[in-house]
């Protein structure tokens, strides 16, 4: 690609005025290729989109579940309704400019180049980088906004947002939420949608990106000896210093058995004490899953695998009570789409979506207390003071 033949668009993904701008500069310059901030997902969604396609409305609740791939759903499903939000307010659809530059670049029979990184990828890779803290205060700052009062976004605002010095406060405030998360999904996509660019073999290219990424991609086009493989921008499964905590979470219940089968060759009577974990396992996981919102039965399933999965470290209690509450509720697309109908909390309890995903993560969390606290004080403890003549 030649450098100097290379036109970026940086671009606010809900602006009429951005989609003006991406088929006004794609039909004056006319380039050997048009490179959009898309991945293949992503592109071919749209492209179903604009022949009036309709999917598959099924979302895959209990592949997401089984996969421990929760995390990911939430924050996109989050960051969808954000996008969809804004654009029902001005009357654009997201990812307007893209469907823009396909149809310029169609109507000129001009090749189209997707320069995007699969967007699992990057989320998956902002979930590993971000410490608990960061989780909780990102997740936290998402959840404000959703329920913020603020209506008064307008075209102007949207277009005063392509300004260098409000794209640099806005990403000097989400570099300071989350510095985890600011590297994958500004400081790594710049990377690898310029590394995508230098890739492209034709001299003339139109790029069209969001314009948070402009100026990162331009850097790293002045400087292309910075630019990481690309390769090493798509793995999920880093290595990482030793996790500690889970460690140690591992431990808990290995130090369980422990104590009980010392007891057993000591001679104790364990059978009250193994009665007494049952029922308080059993009934944090029923607790968990119904105050969660759950259907009766799926407490039942959480409370009855409960004590299973105290001792398994592997395996845990919202999975089984979440993927059960998936088989008794439909779950569709438009469950997604109803967020943009939510103006409070309360609301979100009635969507399957979230109702699902509560499930899991109060199945847990109270299954979590049961191993952390109630089992320890009320088991462990006086068993293990009994095991040594405490």
């Not at 500004?186 to 690898?192: C, G, H, I, S, T």
């Not at 003339?204 to 331009?218: C, F, R, S, Y």
């Not at 105290?310 to 845990?316: G, Q, R, T, V, Y």
């Amino acid at each position: 690609m030649n450098r100097e033949c290379l036109t970026i668009i940086g671009t606010a993904h809900v602006s009429e005025k951005s989609v003006e701008e991406v088929k006004d500069a794609i039909y004056e310059k006319q380039p050997d290729v048009v490179a959009i901030e898309l991945d293949r997902g992503r592109y071919t969604r749209l492209r179903k989109e604009m022949a009036g396609i309709e999917e598959d409305d099924t979302i895959p609740i209990t592949q997401i579940i089984k996969e421990n791939k929760i995390g990911v759903f939430l924050v996109s499903t989050i960051l969808g309704h954000f996008q969809s939000k804004i654009g029902a307010e001005l009357d654009v659809k997201p990812g307007s400019e893209m469907i823009g530059a396909i149809e310029a670049a169609e109507d000129l029979k001009i090749p189209i180049a997707l320069i995007d990184r699969d967007i699992n990828i990057t989320l998956q890779r902002a979930l590993n980088k971000m410490t608990f803290k960061e989780k909780f205060k990102f997740l936290t700052s998402l959840v404000t906004s959703f329920f913020s009062d603020d209506d008064e976004a307008d075209e102007l605002d949207i277009e005063e947002l392509k300004n260098p010095e409000n794209i640099d406060e806005v990403m000097g405030y989400f570099k300071e939420v989350s510095p985890g998360a600011y590297e994958v999904l500004v400081k790594e996509r710049d990377a690898y949608l310029a590394g995508n660019i230098l890739r492209i073999k034709q001299d003339k290219v139109v790029a069209v990106v969001g314009a948070g990424h402009k100026p990162g991609i331009e850097a790293h086009l002045n400087n292309p000896e910075g630019i990481p493989p690309l390769s090493s921008l798509v793995i999920t499964n880093e290595k990482k210093s030793i996790p500690w905590a889970k460690i140690i979470l591992a431990l808990i219940p290995i130090l369980f058995v422990v104590i009980f089968f010392l007891a057993f060759i000591s001679g104790i009577n364990i059978s009250d004490n193994l009665i007494e974990f049952i029922a308080i396992s059993m009934i944090m996981g029923f607790l968990g899953s119904i105050l969660s919102g759950s259907k009766l039965i799926s407490a039942i399933v959480g409370g009855v695998v409960a004590p299973l999965t105290i001792i398994h470290p592997l395996l845990a209690a919202g999975w089984f009570s979440g993927l059960t509450e998936a088989k008794l509720r439909k779950i569709r697309k438009r469950d997604i789409s109803n967020l943009s109908n939510v103006e409070k909390i309360s609301d979100l309890w009635h969507n399957n979506i979230i109702r699902i995903l509560l499930v899991v993560i109060g199945t847990n969390l109270a299954v979590s207390i049961a191993t952390l606290i109630i089992l320890p004080s009320q088991v462990f403890i006086p068993l293990f003071m009994k095991i040594f003549g405490g």
